[in-house]
């Protein structure tokens, strides 16, 4: 088992569920009843790929886990299983039923994952809740998992789940988790030697950084940030809520200012943030930030493990004007975006590093939350698939992505592209971001103003 993974297993409490998940809507295909989602979603035990059969050796170790083992009698009755959503049948409810699934723990004893089939939404769809351990995959593995499982054809009749879709051997799974390949002792020399020049030339590398901090340039980095409601301790307890927006909204928007669209969804959100808080009373003079993961697994990379990056950026909360709100998180991005194409990839994971420690930290019984948080929200978006899905028939009509707060950060927003359309999911602590299920009224005013501001 690799160290990063190790980690998510060694942090994880009952305060801290470290498990990503997913919320799909499907629309059932005509003559189908809802329980044919179900049946499409039951297969062989023998079937499942050897990336869902591992679990920790160990199933609660102290010191970290280190190595996986393979279940060989998997339950999948456990795995996959079936609910309804109570009256009144709303997507409301749904989000409710969500929100309980994604504040729970998954199983050590078992792999790592669970399929949730849920039916009786007023309007006949049927919604697939996955939550998979972040020990297994990441956010973005996890999304590519599922467009494997689909297909563009809505004739296509031999699509598969995703535990159960061809894939390696378990010795394979296993080495694939831990990154490990087999070398001679010069390859390992060579390596070494590799590590310790990357090393030695990120300490000038982070002066370079520091200086152009200090010059203003429009660089954000750790510990800007004014502390929030959203940057204390946090309790186990979810809500999850999701919405889909035009795509086309935000990509008018990005042309008529010249910015690029990730610039756009930071806007939106510091303005729905902003709105928020406001609404709240709790909305700091100082500028809110946002740590944006960045993925840096390239195409020859295999699906599973964590590849990803970090920067941060200004959310310009204390900024009226929605116009030169992007303008300030434009140039914020710009200056990151700069900084990281001065680095080598090692370079760049190490310093993403150091963004993220400061999240670890705050996850620590001894430390202190008196001071500046390192951000104060974690925003991702994620690409998604540029046409229209299908499984077996059944069409998807939205993926929303189910994150992970932790103490410091209470609240996850997290986005999926998806041919004409873009899902948002928010993830927060029920505590310590109450009534989070406005965020999406707020995310919905902030890109109407937004769009208004740019005459689009």
């Given at each position: 088992m690799g160290p990063v993974d190790s980690g998510f297993l060694l942090i994880e409490s009952r305060e801290h569920p470290m498990h990503v998940g997913g919320l799909q809507l499907f629309t059932v295909p005509d003559g189908e009843s809802p329980s044919w989602v179900r049946e499409q979603?039951?297969?062989?035990?023998?079937?499942?790929s050897p990336r869902f059969r591992l679990k920790p050796q160990d199933p609660v170790g102290l010191l970290g886990n280190f190595r996986w083992s393979v279940?060989?009698?998997l339950d999948l009755d456990h795995h996959v299983r079936r609910s309804a959503v109570p009256g009144p049948h709303r997507l409301r409810e749904l989000f409710e039923l969500a929100s309980r699934w994604q504040g729970s723990l998954l199983d050590r004893h078992r792999p790592l994952w669970e399929v949730h089939v849920v039916e009786g939404l007023e309007d006949g769809r049927v919604a697939v809740f996955s939550k998979i351990h972040h020990a297994l995959v990441d956010g973005v593995s996890a999304l590519h998992l599922m467009q494997q499982a689909c297909s563009p054809?809505?004739?296509?009749t031999d699509c598969m789940p995703p535990y159960a879709l061809p894939?390696?051997?378990?010795?394979?799974?296993?080495?694939q988790r831990t990154g490990h390949v087999l070398a001679n002792p010069a390859s390992v020399m060579r390596s070494g030697l590799g590590l310790a020049g990357e090393l030695a030339s990120l300490g000038p590398n982070s002066l370079k950084i520091a200086y152009r901090s200090l010059r203003n340039t429009g660089l954000t980095t750790p510990f800007d940030a004014p502390r929030t409601i959203l940057n204390g301790r946090i309790g186990g307890a979810r809500r999850f809520v999701?919405?889909?927006f035009d795509i086309e909204r935000f990509r008018q928007v990005a042309k008529a200012c010249d910015v690029s669209f990730n610039d756009v969804v930071l806007a939106v959100c510091g303005g729905a943030l902003r709105r928020y808080l406001g609404e709240l009373d709790e909305l700091p003079d100082r500028s809110l930030t946002a740590m944006c993961p960045v993925n840096l697994r390239d195409e020859s990379s295999s699906v599973g493990g964590?590849?990803?990056g970090a920067m941060i950026s200004t959310l310009s909360t204390h900024v009226v004007d929605p116009i030169e709100r992007l303008e300030d998180i434009h140039e914020s991005t710009t200056a990151a975006k700069g900084t990281m194409r001065e680095l080598s990839p090692l370079q760049l994971l190490l310093l993403s590093g150091y963004h993220i420690a400061g999240l670890g930290l705050s996850m620590l019984p001894t430390y202190n939350l008196g001071g500046r948080p390192p951000f104060n929200v974690i925003i991702s978006?994620?690409?998604g698939p540029r046409k229209q899905l299908y499984f077996n028939g059944a069409h998807l009509e939205g993926t929303y992505p189910a994150?992970?707060?932790?103490?410091?950060?209470?609240m996850n927003i997290t986005l999926v592209t998806y041919d004409d359309q873009v899902d948002f999911g928010i993830t927060a602590c029920r505590r310590s971001a109450p009534s989070v299920q406005r965020m999406v009224h707020h995310l919905e005013d902030a890109l109407a103003e937004l769009t208004a501001a740019a005459g689009v």
């Amino acid at each position: 088992m690799g160290p990063v993974d190790s980690g998510f297993l060694l942090i994880e409490s009952r305060e801290h569920p470290m498990h990503v998940g997913g919320l799909q809507l499907f629309t059932v295909p005509d003559g189908e009843s809802p329980s044919w989602v179900r049946e499409q979603l039951s297969v062989d035990a023998d079937r499942i790929s050897p990336r869902f059969r591992l679990k920790p050796q160990d199933p609660v170790g102290l010191l970290g886990n280190f190595r996986w083992s393979v279940d060989q009698h998997l339950d999948l009755d456990h795995h996959v299983r079936r609910s309804a959503v109570p009256g009144p049948h709303r997507l409301r409810e749904l989000f409710e039923l969500a929100s309980r699934w994604q504040g729970s723990l998954l199983d050590r004893h078992r792999p790592l994952w669970e399929v949730h089939v849920v039916e009786g939404l007023e309007d006949g769809r049927v919604a697939v809740f996955s939550k998979i351990h972040h020990a297994l995959v990441d956010g973005v593995s996890a999304l590519h998992l599922m467009q494997q499982a689909c297909s563009p054809d809505p004739d296509a009749t031999d699509c598969m789940p995703p535990y159960a879709l061809p894939g390696t051997t378990v010795r394979a799974a296993q080495e694939q988790r831990t990154g490990h390949v087999l070398a001679n002792p010069a390859s390992v020399m060579r390596s070494g030697l590799g590590l310790a020049g990357e090393l030695a030339s990120l300490g000038p590398n982070s002066l370079k950084i520091a200086y152009r901090s200090l010059r203003n340039t429009g660089l954000t980095t750790p510990f800007d940030a004014p502390r929030t409601i959203l940057n204390g301790r946090i309790g186990g307890a979810r809500r999850f809520v999701a919405q889909s927006f035009d795509i086309e909204r935000f990509r008018q928007v990005a042309k008529a200012c010249d910015v690029s669209f990730n610039d756009v969804v930071l806007a939106v959100c510091g303005g729905a943030l902003r709105r928020y808080l406001g609404e709240l009373d709790e909305l700091p003079d100082r500028s809110l930030t946002a740590m944006c993961p960045v993925n840096l697994r390239d195409e020859s990379s295999s699906v599973g493990g964590n590849e990803i990056g970090a920067m941060i950026s200004t959310l310009s909360t204390h900024v009226v004007d929605p116009i030169e709100r992007l303008e300030d998180i434009h140039e914020s991005t710009t200056a990151a975006k700069g900084t990281m194409r001065e680095l080598s990839p090692l370079q760049l994971l190490l310093l993403s590093g150091y963004h993220i420690a400061g999240l670890g930290l705050s996850m620590l019984p001894t430390y202190n939350l008196g001071g500046r948080p390192p951000f104060n929200v974690i925003i991702s978006n994620v690409p998604g698939p540029r046409k229209q899905l299908y499984f077996n028939g059944a069409h998807l009509e939205g993926t929303y992505p189910a994150s992970i707060p932790v103490d410091g950060m209470a609240m996850n927003i997290t986005l999926v592209t998806y041919d004409d359309q873009v899902d948002f999911g928010i993830t927060a602590c029920r505590r310590s971001a109450p009534s989070v299920q406005r965020m999406v009224h707020h995310l919905e005013d902030a890109l109407a103003e937004l769009t208004a501001a740019a005459g689009v």
